[in-house]
């Protein structure tokens, strides 16, 4: 799946989350960002963005891994593609990571990176490669749909 693919996706995704107001019962997000008006709405957004992409920092040839190569090649000899990034444990580090640091990530972008995150981690997870939910087990909890071989063919 590529970069772009996982942005759409990625933005879909904050968009159905705040279409029914998913977000208000998150705890990062004190306020319903749409509710703050159209700047807080466009860090909601990018922050879905930069979450979207962010779980391939594991693959130093991807979007984000070419923008941080040294950090990408690092993580990719620790773990591997499509590992511990990759992961519902790396989803609770990162969510818990934004709650501490809440002072310096305002509540409404981080709440977009985690929509992002998560929203790659599933669609990776329906493709035929697969993702590692319960890294370091190897273990694939979703079959790859018609509807993402699809996808990916184009
Ligand atoms: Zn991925």
Same mark, same amino acid.
């Given at each position: 799946m590529n970069y772009k693919q996982h942005v759409m996706?990625?933005?879909a995704s904050a968009g159905i989350a705040s279409y029914y107001d998913l977000t208000s019962y998150y705890e990062l997000s004190a306020v319903? =960002?749409?509710?703050?008006?159209?700047?807080?709405?466009g860090l909601y957004y990018v922050g879905a963005i930069f979450g979207s992409l962010l779980p391939d920092i594991d693959h130093p040839s991807s979007y984000i891994g070419r923008k941080l190569p040294g950090l990408s090649k690092s993580i990719s000899k620790l773990f591997g593609h499509r590992?511990?990034?990759?992961?519902?444990?790396?989803?609770?580090?990162?969510?818990?990571?934004?709650?501490?640091?809440?002072?310096?990530? =305002?509540?409404v972008p981080a709440l977009g990176i985690t929509i992002g995150y998560?929203?790659?981690?599933?669609?990776?997870?329906?493709? =035929?490669?697969?993702?590692q939910l319960l890294y370091p087990l190897q273990v694939r909890l979703f079959k790859p749909t018609t509807f993402m071989k699809k996808l990916l063919r184009r």
């Open positions: 996706i990625g933005l319903y =960002p749409f509710q703050q008006g159209l700047f807080h709405t590992g511990f990034t990759h992961s519902i444990v790396c989803v609770a580090a990162l969510y818990f990571g934004l709650t501490e640091l809440k002072e310096q990530v =305002p509540s998560i929203s790659h981690l599933l669609a990776d997870s329906l493709t =035929p490669q697969g993702a």
